[in-house]
């Protein structure tokens, strides 16, 4: 199975902050990386795919970058709605694996 | 709007089965462009992919589930199911559906999950 390990798993920031989550995949899954976004008793929310496709829908504030086994997840300017746990994805083979997970909480 | 929802019981026996549904609506699961996931999270902790399954009955599992899950689909009522049998209390999760775009592009439709407890 490919590991995916975000990093930080936790971090405090304030409204308005430029905020970067990086995910790293144990071997080369190309551009097959999907980012989410969970808020509790959520389901969650598709954000970005092929690593650095914005969503329909989603805002522009957020965006991806990376390829091969290291990826990142920006937020511009880190708004109210944004606090959230964020997972990164690989779909590069099965078993399809999950990042532990970045909670963004508020400073 | 496509729009999925899961169904089945909240409270599951040790060794016994796990059985759910998930219905979708506003979609077809006989689209062939998709795939008919299945996702679980523990409480408090991160998502674990259980497989998907393709409309012609195509799977492709998790084998960290070894040979105790099995998923299949009924296009005559647009639905698929996830069967999870001799459950223990570590299967203890939400359990989520999802539309996976062509098993690369990621999740992009979820339903709201479903809390199964393994409890005697």
């Known amino acids: 199975d490919i590991q995916m390990t975000q990093s930080p798993s936790s971090l405090s920031a304030s409204v308005g902050d430029r905020v970067t989550i990086t995910c790293r995949a144990s071997?080369?899954?190309?551009?097959?990386l999907t980012w989410y976004q969970q808020k509790p008793g959520k389901a969650p929310k598709l954000l970005i795919y092929f690593a650095s496709t914005l969503q329909s829908g989603v805002p522009s504030r957020f965006s991806g970058s990376g390829s091969g086994t290291d990826f990142t997840l920006t937020i511009s300017s880190l708004q109210p709605e944004d606090f959230a746990t964020y997972y990164c994805?690989?779909?590069?083979?099965?078993?399809?694996?999950f990042g532990q997970g970045t909670k963004v909480e508020i400073k | 709007q496509v729009q999925l929802q899961e169904s089945g019981p909240g409270l599951v026996k040790p060794s016994e089965t796990l059985s759910l549904t998930c219905t979708v609506s506003g979609g077809s699961v006989s689209s062939g462009s998709y795939y008919w996931s299945w996702i679980r999270q523990p409480p408090g902790k991160g998502l674990e992919w259980i497989g998907y399954i393709y409309y012609s009955g195509t799977t492709n599992y998790n084998p960290s589930f070894k040979s105790r899950v099995t998923i299949s689909v009924d296009t005559s009522k647009n639905q698929f199911s996830l069967n999870l049998s001799s459950v223990t209390a570590a299967d203890t999760a939400v359990y989520y559906c999802?539309?996976?775009?062509?098993?690369?592009?990621?999740?992009?439709?979820w339903g709201q999950g479903t809390l199964v407890t393994v409890s005697s």
């Open positions: 994805q690989q779909s590069y083979s099965t078993p399809q694996t």
């Open positions: 071997q080369s899954i190309s551009s097959y």
């Open positions: 999802a539309r996976d775009r062509s098993g690369t592009y990621g999740c992009d439709y």
